[in-house]
Structures are given as C-alpha cells and as structure tokens.
C-alpha cells in the first residue's frame, strides 16, 4: 500500500512564507510526477504546482513567482515553498504522486489528506 503525508500547514499573514512538505511510503517502485493541488470548501480542487521525475516544474498562473515546487527523489517527497502569501492563497493542499506500485506493477494516482494552509490579511 501506498501513503502520502502532508505537513507544514498553517495560519500565516498576507506577505509570510510557508514550506510545505509531502512524504509517500508503502509498496513504492518508483515515483514519476507529483503535485500540490489546492481546494477551499465547495470547490473544485485545482493544480498549484507540478514537477517531474526530471524536476522540471509548471505552475498554475496565480502562483508563478511566488511559490516553487521541489522534489528529493532519495526520500521520496515533494516540497512547496509558498512566499508572499495572499489571503487567495487559503485553502486545503493535497499532495499528489504518480506513483508506480510494487505488488502489482502499475501506475497509480495518489493523493495525501491535505494540510490546511490559512492566510489572513
């Protein structure tokens, strides 16, 4: 089985930075993209940021500039550092991993429970 965690969440001012990170463990083969995706309630959940087993990052246009993706392959997680936060930028994060699965050889969508990420103004 495989499980991705989220951290980092938290109550922030407008203008403060935030990292978040995403750790996936279980029956993991090997990682291909991850992802931060964010939803505030009764929303669709949106793409914040991608990167690739290569790192090579995309970025929704409401964060270019502000946030970056990163990635450490040896511990198998994902990293969004968040500056200049906007009240906008509230909402739940999910982390989300292509992930290919030992037990049965295929590729898989996950997604971790989310970390709340707040910004007050």
């Known amino acids: 089985q495989v499980r991705l965690v989220e951290s980092g969440g938290g109550l922030v001012q407008a203008g403060g930075s935030l990292k978040l990170s995403c750790a996936a463990s279980?029956?993991?083969?090997?990682?291909?993209?991850m992802g931060w995706y964010r939803q505030d309630p009764g929303k669709q959940r949106d793409l914040v940021a991608t990167i690739t087993s290569e790192s090579s990052a995309n970025y929704a246009d409401s964060v270019k500039g502000r946030f970056t993706i990163s990635r450490d392959n040896d511990k198998n997680t994902v990293y969004l550092q968040m500056n200049d936060l906007k009240a906008e930028d509230t909402a739940i994060y999910y982390c989300n991993a292509q992930i290919i699965v030992r037990t049965y050889a295929y590729t898989g969508d996950f997604w971790g429970q989310g970390t709340q990420v707040t910004v007050s103004s």
């Open positions: 279980g029956s993991i083969f090997s990682i291909n993209a």
